[in-house]
């Protein structure tokens, strides 16, 4: 009788077992699936980023679906929209991960909302890369399951400065910051350049979040007399201070920084935009690599949502490449433990629209390299510059 | 000199778009007793209609225009038929609390019928620059405040001498009787609807000749509605030189104080002006008899 019961226990579970998700321990994953969750800013008007952001995940997920999934199993994308509001983003984390029991995420909208849900993301365990808004909180100190491809602000602004600096020796410059967390982080890049280099600084302005009008803003900079000035704006300030200057006729070597960095925005700055030197850490689309990134994704997206695609479609693609390239290293029997290890053991993924991506033992973070590039407005693109 | 005319005239033309949504505000106001707040959508919404329109029918300013105020009348008679006519009688907090749950609809609508990107409206004016001595400025912005002061005219003649705009100063001043003397209420309400998404609307093309279109023009409601708060939320003139007052104040703060006093000037304005006078400088003391 005994001999009987184990018999028949053992049968039970073996069946229990093929017929259930592959692996009980870790959600998110079926014989025939595996769920990525994704949170962002689909409404208003980070919508820009995030809805770009998605399409580069959407991208590359088509691109691995359509060679066959991650062995075997079909990659089914979940995107929820935070509408850029932090307390959305933490529900939008938690139905993802509880609701549609992703088994990874990526992106997670702006660098505000994706601190927010860091201890979410930390008690969770799941694998997750974020690709969106690189600030250092999100990897300093590096959390197991947490890794960014990026680089951070401060480097970014820090870059962009000392070029300027090299290329205008000895001018006056002009700053003007957003006044969150994103300004606070362009301000320390420039004041650390400012320090080391004893730049004079003649202007230093400072807006709030959701200004329009930046005539007095612009009008105090061209009485400080700044000859290098660095729009800490995002993309509608950056298009109304270009224009302030143009009407003012006045024109100072311009920086941008790559949140900006998007190709529609020059032709709404009009000539005044021309020559505006920008940093960044992702191809233009004007290269070869960019006209490449394109052409894939001509193949794998609808039409509709070529127009979408910006910089943040090629960070989004990085980063979905590398995670599925992680889970797919687990073989047949991918976990969150073997997913996590597989993502630290990342060296020099190319995805060919940034430099390889690279994370290591105890280093979340994949401080990719930098490029400086100029806009052109007679072909309303970003070049390269040396 | 030259520094405080350029703040001046700036400060002007920004104002006007403020007193533009201002007055469609007050409009609502003056003729139904209720806050509209989503009356910065209704203008991000007609401005991206005329985009649209421009883009895909003619570039052509007078098409453009045309179809601009079409599509804001039906916008407006749309929301107070659909939206606003089922409240009445309601409480006013409810009412007001569906004017925001509009702003919201309204707000999140661009995204899923437009996109987020910012779009230039190109009529072939109001973009080039005019030099009036060292100053630059734009036409769009010239004939902003023109508009501005055409438009003052054209409404205090309308409220003054015009059959329906005493029967709107009648149902503002009180609507049972305005009803007893064969008004209708409904109407009234419907054509301030469509006014106030008129007036506000010429406000939103304007910013986007100007300026821009994106995602974020909503915002110019929360920046005219301490406008209408000054001139008086039941004076539509008065809210109309508010902006006018307002876009001054926010501009000089700017350029002598600093960046960061140019939000808050227009707010801190208004808080001194209602501890002088709580209706506004234009808006009338409501007096109660007891």
């Known amino acids: 009788m005994i001999k009987y019961l184990a018999t028949a226990s053992l049968l039970l579970a073996g069946a229990y077992l093929s017929t259930t998700p592959a692996l009980a321990a870790d959600p998110g994953i079926t014989d025939t699936e595996i769920v990525i969750g994704d949170v962002e800013p689909l409404t208003g008007p980070p919508a820009l980023l995030g809805v770009a952001a998605s399409i580069g995940h959407k991208i590359a997920i088509a691109e691995a679906n359509a060679a066959g999934g991650i062995n075997g199993r079909k990659i089914k994308y979940v995107l929820e929209d935070d509408g850029y509001v932090t307390a959305r983003t933490i529900q939008g984390v938690k139905k993802v991960t509880d609701v549609d029991k992703a088994f990874a995420l990526l992106g997670i909208s702006g660098s505000g909302q994706s601190i927010a849900v860091m201890p979410l993301l930390e008690k969770a365990g799941i694998p997750t890369v974020i690709d969106v808004a690189p600030v250092k909180f999100l990897w300093e100190p590096p959390r197991k399951n947490v890794f960014v491809v990026g680089q951070s602000y401060e480097e970014g602004i820090i870059h962009l400065v000392n070029y300027l600096a090299e290329k205008n020796p000895g001018k006056k410059w002009g700053l003007i910051t957003q006044d969150d967390d994103y300004g606070i982080t362009v301000r320390d890049g420039f004041d650390t350049v400012v320090k080391a280099r004893k730049l004079n600084v003649v202007y230093s302005g400072n807006y709030k979040k959701g200004q329009q009008d930046f005539s007095s803003d612009m009008l105090q900079l061209k009485e400080s007399g700044a000859e290098v000035f660095l729009a800490g704006g995002i993309i509608g300030e950056n298009i109304a201070m270009m224009k302030e200057l143009e009407k003012l006729s006045i024109k100072p070597v311009v920086g941008i920084f790559w949140p900006g960095r998007v190709e529609p925005v020059l032709k709404l700055m009009g000539p005044a935009g021309d020559g505006i030197y920008a940093v960044d850490y992702v191809e233009p689309f004007a290269g070869a690599a960019g006209k490449a990134f394109l052409e894939k994704a001509k193949g794998l997206l609808p039409e509709a949502e070529m127009k979408g695609i910006n910089r943040y479609s090629m960070t989004g693609y990085a980063a979905a490449k590398v995670l599925i390239a992680a889970i797919e290293r687990c073989g047949k029997q991918p976990t969150w433990a073997c997913t996590i290890a597989e993502l630290e053991k990342t060296k020099n993924v190319e995805t060919g629209i940034m430099a390889p991506i690279s994370f290591g033992a105890g280093v979340r973070f994949s401080n990719q390299k930098l490029q400086i590039m100029q806009s052109e407005f007679s072909t309303l693109s970003f070049k390269p510059v040396n | ?290």
């Open chain 2, 1 to 290: 000199m030259q520094y405080f005319m350029q703040l001046l005239i700036s400060g002007l033309a920004i104002g006007a778009i403020y007193g533009l949504i201002a007055m469609g505000f007050a409009v609502i106001y003056k003729s139904t007793g209720l806050v509209n707040f989503a009356q910065g959508e209704m203008t991000m919404i007609t401005a991206y209609i005329a985009w649209t329109i421009s883009t895909t029918v003619s570039g052509n300013v007078f098409v453009v225009a045309l179809g601009a105020i079409l599509a804001a009348v039906v916008l407006g008679l749309i929301i107070e038929r659909v939206v606003m006519r089922p409240m009445l009688g309601e409480p006013v907090f409810a009412t007001v609390m569906v004017t925001i749950g509009l702003a919201v609809i309204l707000r999140s609508s661009i995204n899923f019928i437009w996109d987020a990107y910012p779009h230039g409206l190109d009529v072939g004016f109001g973009r080039s620059i005019v030099r009036i001595g060292p100053i630059g400025v734009r036409t769009g912005q010239i004939a902003v405040i023109v508009t501005l002061l055409v438009l003052l005219a054209v409404i205090w003649a309308f409220f003054r001498y015009s059959k329906i705009g005493v029967a709107m100063r009648a149902v503002a001043a009180d609507d049972r009787t305005a009803l007893l003397m064969g008004i209708s209420a409904t109407r009234v309400h419907a054509l301030a609807w469509a006014a106030s998404s008129v007036i506000a609307g010429i406000g939103g093309v304007f910013f986007a000749l100007s300026y821009d279109l994106s995602p974020a023009m909503f915002q110019l409601g929360l920046k005219a509605f301490p406008a209408t708060i000054l001139g008086g939320l039941d004076a539509v003139l008065g809210s109309g030189l508010g902006g006018l007052l307002i876009g001054i104040t926010e501009n000089l703060a700017g350029g002598y104080i600093g960046s960061g006093m140019k939000e808050v000037a227009g707010f801190a304005m208004i808080i001194v002006v209602l501890m002088v006078r709580p209706f506004g400088i234009f808006g009338e003391r409501d007096i109660e008899r007891v």
